[in-house]
Every structure is written in structure tokens, then in C-alpha cells.
């Protein structure tokens, strides 16, 4: 069983040409920094904002989960890369499907595990 998570490890999430980079899991401090983000917009724990302000936390997850992207769809009209950073990720259309994608697979990857069942 891994103690630890593998820094730099990502993984691409593909669709139509375009790639979006995720953490393959979320490390403790990656998920410290979800919750000190929640907790500073006023909702609370983690938990509590996933049930009051689903929209809060999955942006969350997606800033501190999404690490790089590449394709067309991050080209701009002066034909540059968009900077993958916490500015543009906010302004990713969650209507997208790589994006809607890109958010099951965050939630996969970081389910808890279940309890095993003591009987």
C-alpha cells in the first residue's frame, strides 16, 4: 500500500483534440488547500460545501486539481496559449463536455475509500 502520492504525477483527460492535465490523486496538501478555500469563501468545512454550495467546491477542486491543458481549445484568437492558471480555469464553461468529464474524473480519483465492514 503507497504512503505517499508521486509528486507530478497527472493525467490526461482527453476529448475532440483537446487535453486537460488533472493530479492523478490529491495529496494532503492539495486538499488542505480546498478546504482553506472553501473555509474562505464562508461555507465552512469541505463536507458542509458540498452539500450548501456545490458550485464552490467544484470550482475548488478544479483549481487546485487541473494542472496544464493543450489543444485548440486553449489557443486564443491572436493564436497564443492560454495560461493554464487559476484565473482562466475560472473561467472554463462547466457546459463543456471535456470540462464535465474533467470533474467526474477528479471525483473518481479522490473518492474515499469505504470502511471495511467489521462483520
Known sequence: MAMFITPGSKVPV?????????KAKM????RAQVE???????????KDAEIKNLGSYSLA????????WEGPAFIDEQGKPILCNKFSIMRLDLDEPLVELVREEIGTRNKPKEAPDPN
Request: glycine share 16%; proline share 0%; aromatic share 4%.
Open 61 to 68: 477542486l478544479l483549481i487546485h486539481n487541473i494542472v496544464g
Open 14 to 22: 482527453t476529448l475532440d483534440g483537446n487535453t486537460i492535465y488533472i
Open 27 to 30: 495529496d494532503a496538501g492539495t
Open 36 to 46: 482553506n478555500e472553501i473555509s474562505a469563501i464562508g461555507q465552512g468545512s469541505a
